[in-house]
């Protein structure tokens, strides 16, 4: 099997394991053989001309990755059957992720092995968006470098920035209500540290903890560093 956070080309998984097609046929967002699923995920899509085509795979957390599948498949499909029920088939599901296609000098760029995963939830056809999860966890310094990547690589429309301030701005509300409580009850900078911090992330972490989910503020500090 593939070790974890080591990086393949796709030639490379087809030798590992054992595919039976011609080497080098490799070049969809997945590929399998008889006990194996491979899925690849691309970050940077400005080598695909079509915008239909430049899907949103996606970290939800440390461990649950959106993969959007082939625009034919479906729920009842035969492989959208495939990968709901892999596990009834005996078939292990690998996911992998690289920045960019290409390097300098347009050779391909390997890709890394996230991990072996199972199918969590699915939704839409044509094409399915399907949630992973993966067996083990991602480590912290891989999440920052794919969130980090995803920033600088996104354009956010104008309805996505006034989004993003209004949450800054609420944050900063917040936080300075908690401050203002610290100052009226006499609490040193620390307490006020701790008060303001409290009031301002606190009730999202709740709520991601009551919901099973990683807390957001864990995965994203931003509002901490607010």
């Known amino acids: 099997l593939p070790i974890s956070h080591k990086e393949y080309k796709r030639i490379d998984l087809q030798i590992l ?3 039976k097609v011609p080497k080098g046929t490799w070049r969809a967002g997945y590929a399998n053989t008889e006990k194996d699923i491979c899925l690849f995920i691309t970050n940077d899509k400005s080598h695909i001309m079509q915008e239909n085509l430049k899907y949103d795979n996606s970290l939800h957390s440390d461990e649950i990755i959106q993969w959007i599948s082939q625009p034919k498949t479906y729920h009842s499909s035969s492989v959208g059957q495939m990968f ?6 005996n078939m292990k599901v690998h996911i992998f992720a690289r920045k960019y296609a290409f390097m300098n000098g347009n050779k391909t760029n390997p890709f890394i092995y996230l991990g ?12 399915m968006t399907i949630l992973w999860k993966l067996r083990r966890k991602l480590p912290q310094e891989l999440i920052q470098e794919y ?9 956010y429309s ?8 209004c949450n800054y701005l609420g944050t900063i509300a917040f936080a300075a209500s908690g401050a203002l409580k610290g100052i009226k009850y006499k609490l040193d900078i620390f307490g006020m540290t701790l008060l303001a911090t409290m009031t301002a992330c606190g009730g999202g972490i709740i709520r991601d903890i009551l919901l099973n989910e990683v807390p957001a503020t864990l995965i994203n500090p931003e509002g901490l560093y607010i």
């Open 158 to 165: 104008e309805f996505e920035v006034f989004l993003i301030v």
């Open 17 to 19: 394991l054992d595919s």
């Open 116 to 127: 072996q995963a199972d199918y969590y939830r699915s939704f839409g056809d044509k094409p």
């Open 147 to 155: 969130i980090n990547y995803e920033k600088r690589g996104k354009m």
């Open 84 to 89: 709901i029920k892999h596990r009834e088939k």
